[in-house]
């Protein structure tokens, strides 16, 4: 509400790409930027946490954004949260329902700094990492979504999410908009039936990667080398350095197609 009160919808021509799932969103933001990047596309992701400073959660074309813009949109989002304050004149009295002060919590505030500084720079994507669930995330306020993309579904954060992956699903498919194209890990069955089911009721396209893209598999010294193929892709290889990732960069460039 302060946000749009006071500055808009800066992020309305921002073309968004909104991730979500349990596990693997930040590397699949990683990929995605990275992909497109090389394609020769600008590119601005939102992710979180940050390891050391707390500019990595804002990056411009790979880059962290500078102190300069990072105090800039703090002082903002500052001024914007003691002018709606400072409008609230009800005093208690004669009736009056006492003022409340309105407040963000720290990862509202950040993200509120996030739309402000990617409006500014105008990139050509724009890669938005939630936070928890999907649904009621802070980051599920914008609209204008060019692709969505569910990355692994695991039980995590139960007691807010739910206590079986349909329900935490659930959660992470309220990122899913009316025709907006989903990108999902095909790894839970049950998981992917609600996400195909939000998908069906939306209208909205939906692409499952699964195991079966994978070509080839090649280890080496602390790195996995894979090679898939996709309806976007007929050969693709990625390099790993953590066997870890390899659902995560399947999703990621899957996701990258989709949204060519």
Known sequence: MVFKKNFGNPE??????????????????????SILREAGYRTAVFTSPHL???????????????????????????????????????????????????VLN???????????????????YCIIETGLGGRLDATNYVDNKLLTVIT??????????????AKIAAEKAGILRPGVPVV???????ASAVICRKASE?????????????????????????????EYYNYISLTLHYH?????GKCGIGSTGRGS
């Open 12 to 33: 309305k021509d921002l073309r968004i790409i909104h991730v979500a799932g349990t596990n693997g969103k930040g590397s699949v933001c990683a990929y995605m930027s």
């Open 52 to 102: 050391v400073d707390m500019r990595e959660r804002f990056a411009v074309n790979g880059e962290m954004i500078s102190e300069e813009a990072f105090l800039q949109e703090f002082l903002a989002v500052w001024d914007a949260l003691q002018e709606t304050n400072s409008a609230n004149t009800g005093d208690g009295q004669r009736g009056e329902e006492a003022p409340q002060e309105f």
């Open 106 to 124: 720290f990862y509202e505030y950040l993200f509120c700094m996030a739309l402000l500084c990617f409006a500014e720079e105008k990139p050509d």
């Open 152 to 165: 692994r579904i695991s039980l995590d954060h139960v007691q807010y999410l739910g206590d079986t992956t």
């Open 184 to 190: 999902y890990l095909d790894g839970d069955a049950d």
């Open 202 to 230: 939306l209208g909205a396209t939906d692409t499952g990667v699964e195991k079966r893209t994978i070509l080839s598999l090649d280890f080496g010294r602390n790195t996995l080398i894979f090679s898939l193929r996709s």
């Open 244 to 248: 870890c990732t390899l659902p995560d």
